[in-house]
């Protein structure tokens, strides 16, 4: 996905956002510092939030009901809230949740988080078609219930998939979310991707 990272081209509101959220980056920084040995953080590893800061911004005049997979100390779920959407994040490790609604509070926003699976009760494990697992946790019930919705309530699914895991994720989306969907990932080696739910095959 191309987006530009010039912040000279926001407006002054989106200017002033991301002045807070430059402290809400500093904050969830120093609690990865302070807690980067607790079990809890194992699967954890923060994205480019600049980079997903712009993805958020170039998709929000499309796209308007955002779920965060794996939502870690909720800093892109708290952003997208800010920005608009009506955003919720779903994390299986009940301490990162904590600190995410904390974080929440802090930051004036109303983003929901709850402790669970994205992966739906209902979904079929079948490795032989591409479903790995390296980091996504795989045995623990799903988180959304919690929240009263389901995959298919959004329009914009974001995620910070391990490498290999992205054709489980798309098997996720293929199997539960809403076909008018996209699917916004953050990857360290490609940085950002966006798959159109039409495009990924059936
Ligand atoms: C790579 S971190 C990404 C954190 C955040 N989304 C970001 O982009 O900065 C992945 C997060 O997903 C969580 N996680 C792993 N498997 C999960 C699952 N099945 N359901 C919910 N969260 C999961 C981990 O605990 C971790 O916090």
């Given at each position: 996905m191309d987006v530009?990272?010039?912040?000279?081209?926001?407006?002054?509101?989106?200017?002033?956002?991301?002045?807070?959220?430059?402290?809400?980056?500093?904050?969830?920084?120093?609690?990865?510092?302070?807690?980067?040995?607790?079990?809890?953080?194992?699967?954890?590893?923060?994205?480019?939030?600049?980079?997903?800061?712009?993805a958020?911004?170039s998709l929000?005049?499309?796209?308007?009901?955002?779920?965060?997979?794996?939502?870690?100390?909720?800093?892109?779920?708290?952003?997208?809230?800010?920005?608009?959407?009506?955003?919720?994040?779903?994390?299986?490790?009940?301490?990162?949740?904590?600190?995410?609604?904390?974080?929440?509070?802090?930051?004036?926003?109303?983003?929901?988080?709850?402790?669970?699976?994205?992966?739906?009760?209902?979904?079929?494990?079948?490795?032989?078609?591409?479903?790995?697992?390296?980091?996504?946790?795989?045995?623990?019930?799903?988180?959304?219930?919690?929240?009263?919705?389901?995959?298919?309530?959004?329009?914009l699914?974001?995620?910070?998939?391990?490498?290999?895991?992205?054709?489980?994720?798309?098997?996720?989306?293929?199997?539960?979310?809403?076909?008018?969907?996209v699917l916004l990932t953050?990857?360290?080696?490609?940085?950002l991707g966006l798959v159109h739910?039409?495009d990924?095959?059936?």
């Open positions: 530009s990272l010039d912040d000279s081209k926001l407006s002054a509101s989106d200017l002033a956002l991301l002045k807070e959220f430059g402290e809400l980056w500093n904050r969830a920084e120093a609690i990865w510092d302070s807690y980067q040995q607790h079990s809890a953080f194992e699967s954890y590893v923060s994205a480019d939030y600049h980079a997903v800061f712009h958020l911004i929000r005049e499309q796209k308007s009901r955002f779920i965060e997979w794996g939502s870690g100390l909720g800093v892109v779920t708290i952003m997208a809230d800010r920005l608009g959407y009506e955003a919720v994040g779903i994390e299986a490790k009940d301490l990162l949740v904590d600190f995410a609604l904390d974080l929440a509070d802090d930051f004036q926003s109303e983003a929901e988080f709850s402790v669970g699976s994205f992966i739906p009760d209902r979904f079929e494990w079948d490795p032989a078609s591409g479903d790995e697992s390296i980091r996504t946790i795989i045995d623990i019930p799903a988180g959304y219930d919690q929240l009263g919705v389901e995959l298919r309530d959004f329009d699914v974001y995620s910070y998939p391990w490498p290999t895991e992205h054709a489980l994720y798309h098997n996720v989306m293929r199997e539960f979310a809403d076909p008018n969907s953050y990857d360290a080696r490609e940085g739910f039409a990924l095959g059936f």
